[in-house]
């Protein structure tokens, strides 16, 4: 069971590329680095920089951009850090080359925090653009998501751990979010919907009638919105949100995982072609533990239709990361053995917090890392350096040795 250490390129660019590789496979003790590639902005704290504690980060690339792969595609990032931050990502996977070890490229895919809305954005059912989001049944989101994935590779990147390569709901947005009106577990759902001309088209195909199923939710929301009053009805599980609408929503569900699962497949292809490997992280895990490391209810694979995620029917093709965001080893347990029979044989992996909410010493990490192996996970991931106190460094090589 291979180990990564997930990093930022400015903790490499900050703390230097040797320095790095010392923590994570010295200190640490572990086989890798995950490099963010692509990421969100965001604003983090960040205990042991040598730079500034506390930090915003912008949205975009982070490896030197490739003309070849990105001039004339329709969806291009920005550019997110500078000469500096680039080189140092350059050195960090040669380094790690030079000493027997891989740097992975970690990056989202469908969260891209643009400014403006572009070809590939998520609409609402009002048409409302939201441009932080792409959709991934849009031709020009799935062209960005393949070119992603090739400018990975090409920078030396080893393997491809795509986060947000699936739908987003409501929740998954920007910093400062406002929704003073509460609109229900059903007006949640709705609202969070794309209902873009592909998602309609693709609900056709699954036998409704697109058109009608896009009014109806828009009718829906508004007599909501009008009367104030939150929509009726629970959404817990998957056949309770397809039947709504007289189950025409259903073939919406249906043709989002139809989409992803195309889409995953396309960039996975890519990889092959690249001579390297996708694995997708299921964000399932990250909705239910991130805020405090307690989720509820049932596994966290359960949830994943939220996003357009079939993992059973995503395991030809990539191996699927469980995100496993809980303090209790009883709750990872759960969870990994409920993505093992969704997946059968296929590939799992799994990423932890070795602190904060989920984690405060060895013996709970050790826990962990047993019960990935136990469910035969070929990689058993930790984040985020950057993001913690270096001491524990020494708890995961307490928890792995």
């Not at 873009?196 to 699954?206: E, F, P, R």
């Not at 996003?307 to 395991?315: I, M, R, Y």
């Amino acid at each position: 069971m291979r180990t990564a250490l997930f990093c930022s390129a400015v903790d490499v660019a900050d703390a230097g590329p040797p320095a790095v590789l010392d923590d994570a496979l010295g200190r640490a003790g572990v086989d890798g680095l995950a490099v963010a590639a692509s990421y969100h902005a965001a604003r983090d704290l960040l205990p042991h920089a040598r730079g500034a504690r506390l930090r915003a980060f912008p949205a975009g690339l982070w490896i030197a951009r490739d003309p070849a792969i990105w001039d004339g595609c329709p969806v291009t990032p920005t550019r997110a850090g500078d000469d500096a931050t680039e080189a140092a990502v350059r050195e960090v996977v040669a380094a790690a080359a030079a000493r027997g070890a891989t740097v992975d490229g970690w990056a989202v895919f469908m969260h891209v925090d643009a400014a403006e809305p572009g070809p590939g954005t998520h609409l609402t059912a009002f048409g409302d653009p939201l441009p932080e989001q792409l959709c991934p049944s849009r031709p020009a989101a799935r062209a960005y998501a393949v070119a992603l994935a090739r400018a990975i590779l090409r920078a030396g990147m080893g393997e491809v751990l795509a986060e947000s390569l699936h739908h987003h709901g409501l929740e998954h947005g920007v910093h400062h979010e406002r929704h003073l009106f509460e609109p229900g577990p059903v007006g949640r759902l709705l609202l969070g919907l794309c209902l873009c001309d592909d998602c309609v088209g693709g609900a056709g195909a699954h036998g409704a009638d697109g058109s009608a199923l896009r009014a109806g939710v828009r009718g829906l929301l508004q007599g909501m919105l009008d009367r104030g009053e939150p929509l009726t009805g629970e959404v817990e599980t998957r056949d309770q949100a397809a039947a709504l609408l007289g189950g025409e929503l259903g073939a919406l569900l249906d043709a989002r995982e139809a989409a992803v699962t195309s889409l995953v497949a396309e960039v996975a292809a890519a990889c092959r072609e690249e001579g390297g490997a996708l694995t997708l992280l299921d964000s399932s895990g990250a909705a239910k533990g991130y805020a405090d490391g307690l989720p509820t209810g049932g596994p966290a694979v359960e949830v994943g239709w939220r996003f357009g995620l079939d993992v059973g029917a995503l395991a030809p093709h990539c191996a699927v990361e469980a995100i496993a965001y809980a303090r209790d080893p009883a709750r990872v347990e759960l969870d990994l053995a409920a993505y093992r029979a969704a997946l059968g044989d296929g590939a799992l992996s799994a990423i932890v917090r070795p602190f904060g909410p989920d984690c405060d010493d060895a013996a709970n990490l050790r826990a962990k890392a047993e019960l990935a192996r136990a469910a035969g996970c070929r990689r058993f991931d930790l984040y985020h350096y950057g993001l913690m106190p270096l001491p524990v460094l020494d708890r995961i090589a307490a928890a792995l040795g």
